[in-house]
């Protein structure tokens, strides 16, 4: 069912200000069970996290599941005979951060199981990638270049160019590896 325009806004602004409580509060969850399990680390941990949280891509994730979450259920309540605004009202206070309603549970166990499925490992493993597809094709990149345009005797004449042109052709290998590693990791985690 689509709703009004003003509804819709409302529960965009609603999701866009209890999201950032699930999610805090999934995250410092999450956290205690990793200082539970690994005991040492945390600080890298805590550094993936936060980046994590800092994303504006994760929060809009985030929000945009709570908009779905809500206006799901305020069709189950307009189903039942309620109205729009009376179906928004009841869905914002059952939804509100910590409204110790069953909706509300059901919301903190979906946050929690967002995060955790989240590895702060992955987000390294990415880096990692990154940094060693640039290397490798800046290297290989420059080398060939080098190589190709005469070698020694000839990059201060001309050559510098060709080995210029031969890193940032590996410098823009390098950054599709690494997006292709990338989009492979994201994809496994789905």
Known sequence: M??????????????????????????????????????????????????????SEASLEAENDMVLYMSDYMNDLIAEGLSEQEAFERAKDELKFRSETEKSADLQERFARYIESRDPADYEAIGLF?????????????????????????????GWIDTLIGTGVGLGIGLGLGLISNAILVLRNR
């Open 2 to 55: 689509n709703f009004n325009q003003e509804t819709r806004k409302k529960i965009e602004q609603f999701a866009k200000e209890q999201s950032q409580y699930y999610l805090q509060e999934a995250e410092m969850t999450y956290m205690e069970k990793l200082r539970q399990e690994i005991g040492r680390g945390k600080k890298k941990v805590r550094s993936a996290l936060g980046k994590l949280k800092s994303r």
């Open 130 to 158: 990154y940094a060693a597809f640039i290397f490798l094709g800046v290297s290989i990149g420059g080398f060939i270049g080098f190589l190709s345009s005469g070698g020694r005797m000839m990059f201060l004449a001309s």
